[in-house]
């Protein structure tokens, strides 16, 4: 039986089949139910609680929440976690969890999702570093519905953009909006080709660029938040168009 109750609560046993490298300091764990039974299908923007199965003290009955990063389905999980330093799970994740490895899994949750409301209105995700995970799902299930999606990426460089090729996929498939920024690119990196922009999404950029009548999404780090939330309320974008989830 796959189902296991814990102080009670039912955890369901995942097992790992996957385990693949994105980018520098970031892996994407996938997961299949211990007894291949099918899986609770998550709403774009919702994270997977769980914890480690082990006896070994510091880990055990230590939970987290990492976003569920893919298409939502009945088949699979996938979570992607960026490496921390001195971070506890991130840390036993990449270096000590293997394919065939067991974790204890709460049901999809969170209220970061696609509300009804913004249906039939532009649809404008930002993300900054891992924030990308939520978005990223929710790109994969609104791009099969509608056209009039903004994607907006901000990353330091090359070596740490997860995902690029995904989100290149999806929108030049569905010709969709997709820009970038790198706020500390590369030798290597050119603008025009590799990235769109050098720097920080900015007010000017938003007000050129972006629909203001749109919802929009959006996930990163506390000052990218922050500054992101101020600038478009600048611009005249109402509150209940806003919505997002902090990474911290």
């Known amino acids: 039986m796959s189902i296991v109750k814990r102080n009670g609560i039912n955890f369901r046993e995942l097992v790992l089949v ?4 994105e980018c520098d300091d970031i892996i994407s764990f996938y997961f299949k139910d211990k007894d291949n039974k099918a899986l609770t299908k998550h709403k774009p923007g919702q994270f997977l609680p769980f914890q480690i199965q082990t006896e070994e003290p510091k880990y055990k009955g230590v939970m987290r929440t990492y976003s569920l990063s893919m298409v939502p389905n009945e088949n699979m999980y996938r ?9 506890l799970i991130s840390s036993y994740l990449h270096d000590n969890l293997e394919i065939g490895d067991i974790i204890e899994a709460m049901e999809p949750a969170g209220v970061f999702t696609i509300k009804e409301s913004s249906k039939n209105r532009p649809l404008v995700l930002i993300s900054a570093g891992i924030g990308i995970t939520p978005l990223l799902s929710m790109l994969y299930e609104e791009s099969k519905k509608r056209d009039n999606i903004y994607f907006v990426q ?4 090359s070596l740490i ?3 690029k090729n995904d989100v ?14 790198y706020s500390n690119p590369l030798k290597d990196d050119k603008e025009g080709i590799d990235y769109d922009f050098t720097g920080r999404i900015n007010k000017e ?3 050129n660029n972006l629909p203001l009548d749109g919802d ?3 996930c990163g780090p506390p000052a990218f938040m922050k500054a992101l939330k101020s600038n478009l309320i600048d611009l005249g974008v109402k509150e209940e168009s806003i919505y997002y989830e902090l990474f911290s």
Not at 154 to 157: E, I, L, R, T
Not at 170 to 181: D, E, P, R, W
């Open 18 to 21: 996957d385990k693949i490298k």
């Open 79 to 87: 979570i992607s976690v960026k490496k921390i330093e001195n971070g």
């Open 154 to 157: 901000a990353v330091q460089n």
């Open 161 to 163: 953009h997860p995902f």
């Open 168 to 181: 290149l996929m999806i929108c030049k498939y569905k010709n969709l909006s997709n820009t970038v920024f």
């Open 205 to 207: 950029w938003i007000r």
């Open 216 to 218: 929009f999404y959006f």
